[in-house]
């Protein structure tokens, strides 16, 4: 092979346009050196370190962004691959970037309210999530399967340990192990799908269809491969189980099993990181895939439109019909969670029938699922007792008036994941319909609104037990009639700004970018 060759792959690792990446990983390792050399007293520092470090990276990821946007030779350098094509630098990229790490320091500051009532390992906890967010942030950006594939399991991997956490309930052992199983299984389709893929784009076929080829596992190169070849029934089975395999991350039906039990079982912080970062992930992951290597024509009529129109309408329906009689507030979560996850695809249609805006509707719609949940799951931390997996409505009642800012604090949020106006959530809604519109997926649109319908009923029941039902008239296990924490100033101030930013980006969208719509 000619040396030259590894000289020029070697000049594209350029290892600092990692370093948000690598800072992560940096604060990750040295949690863990606190936790070693830090006396017991001294180790509550570990959590304002988790959170402090994380805050910092966001802070220097949003100035190099900004810088960048302003500075056309930045620009060109952050629109660009590197390290032979597995990572490559977009503004959607870029936006991931960001989504990913405000969700992690959001799950690391739920972590410390959690660990207020329980007796578990706490260092450990943060240096796993801060690794997965990290993995997360590569994963949003691979643009090759190799590293599509080794990012999204060391994700996996990491939830692995994340949802068995709380070692002392059975719930959680049981969560971890369904997730094992089924994550193990998802894994495995889309490794298959990938498999196939590389059988197709791999020498001789490129060389017959006269199209030089530096990598089969390449995006760019895959496209162009299977763009070349229509029909191809190994083509079109690859890219169906790649899509089922990315399915079951953001939880659509029917791929969806695991994620009542899973959602209840696991500790609320991990919820809160497979609710919004895990799905955020996936449908990253899926955008630049239906917008990419598979955007060929013939596969978008055959494979691409059919098959997750099927699951959205499916994912949107059992969503929020399963959800109508749950009492369990983790269970209303995860099942509305695959509700959303439906209206989501309906977006991803769009894109693939090419309406040029729907990928940024749909991170748009991802940025205000973010404010909504992580308002709920706050307010979840501060009520949950001991046992937060048995958080029923019951335990909510009368919380406006116990708690009147958490209780305000739900109302905002589940108003806004019910779409209720002015909140975020109806506009995201409304450009997710809008974008249904204009590619003519008239179907999609009328089954959306029927779910959202249907959702209002359990949104406004969770709200009816907080504002308007007192605790005599709900029947209290002892379980749930444990007293909610009292919110403290930091607290109030991260709930508190999560519900206004949810109010303001329903009445004001000009801050989110030109160039990601």
């Known amino acids: 092979m000619n040396p030259a060759i590894y000289h020029s792959i070697t000049d594209t690792n350029q290892w600092l346009t990692l370093w948000p990446e690598i800072s992560l990983g940096l604060l990750a390792l040295l949690l863990l050196a606190l936790d070693l050399l830090l006396k017991e007293a001294d180790r509550a520092i570990i959590p304002r370190v988790a959170v402090l470090g994380q805050v910092l990276i966001l802070i220097a990821l949003l100035g190099v962004i900004i810088h960048a946007s302003a500075d056309p030779v930045m620009e060109q350098v952050m629109d660009s691959s590197y390290f032979d094509g597995l990572i490559t630098f977009t503004p959607f990229g870029d ?134 070849q229509p029909n191809n029934p190994l083509a079109a089975a690859g890219v169906a189980l790649v899509l089922c395999g990315i399915a079951f991350k953001i939880g659509a039906v029917p791929f969806q099993i695991w994620i009542p039990d899973v959602y209840q079982g696991a500790p609320t912080p991990t919820m809160a990181f497979l609710a919004v970062g895990s799905k955020a992930a996936g449908f990253m992951v899926l955008l630049n895939l239906v917008t990419g290597p598979f955007s060929a024509p013939w596969l978008s009529h055959q494979v691409l439109v059919p098959l997750l129109s099927s699951l959205a309408v499916l994912s949107i329906l059992y969503g929020n019909l399963a959800a109508l009689g749950q009492r369990n507030v983790k269970r209303i979560m995860g099942l509305s969670g695959i509700a959303h996850a439906g209206y989501m695809l309906v977006g991803v249609v769009a894109a693939v029938q090419g309406v040029s805006w729907a990928p940024g509707a749909v991170l748009f719609y991802l940025f205000t699922y973010l404010l909504a949940s992580m308002g709920v799951f706050g307010v979840m931390a501060h009520v949950a007792g001991p046992r937060d997996e048995l958080q029923e409505l019951d335990q909510y009642a009368d919380l406006g008036k116990r708690e009147p800012f958490l209780g305000g604090v739900l109302a905002m949020s589940l108003g806004s994941l ?99 719509m």
Do not use: C
């Open 95 to 228: 936006a991931g970037r960001v989504f990913i790490l405000l969700t992690s320091i959001m799950v690391s500051y739920l972590a410390q309210i959690y660990f207020q009532r329980q007796s578990l390992p706490r260092a450990e906890f943060y240096h796993l999530q801060i690794v997965v967010a990290a993995a997360m942030m590569l994963l949003v950006q691979s643009t090759q399967f190799v590293m599509l594939f080794v990012a999204l399991e060391t994700v996996t991997v990491g939830f692995y340990v994340l949802v068995a956490y709380s070692r002392n309930s059975p719930w959680s052992l049981e969560a971890g192990l369904k997730y094992l199983i089924l994550g193990a299984l998802s894994s495995a389709i889309l490794l298959f799908g990938i498999v196939l893929l590389y059988g197709v784009a791999s020498a001789p076929v490129p060389h017959r269809l006269g199209l030089p080829l530096h990598d089969a596992m390449s995006f760019a190169d895959l496209g162009r491969i299977l763009a070349r």
């Open 418 to 516: 019910a779409g209720i106006p002015p909140l975020a959530g109806f506009i995201g809604k409304l450009l997710l319909f809008y974008a249904a519109f204009q590619a003519h997926l008239y179907g999609l649109l009328e089954v959306s609104i029927l779910g959202v319908v249907i959702s209002i009923y359990y949104y406004f029941g969770w709200m009816r037990e907080a504002l308007f039902r007192s605790p005599s008239q709900a029947a209290l296990s002892p379980v749930s009639a444990e007293s909610p924490l009292t919110p403290t100033r930091w607290a109030r101030l991260a709930l508190g700004l999560l519900a206004a930013a949810s109010l303001f980006a329903g009445l004001y969208q000009g801050f989110f970018p030109d160039s990601l």
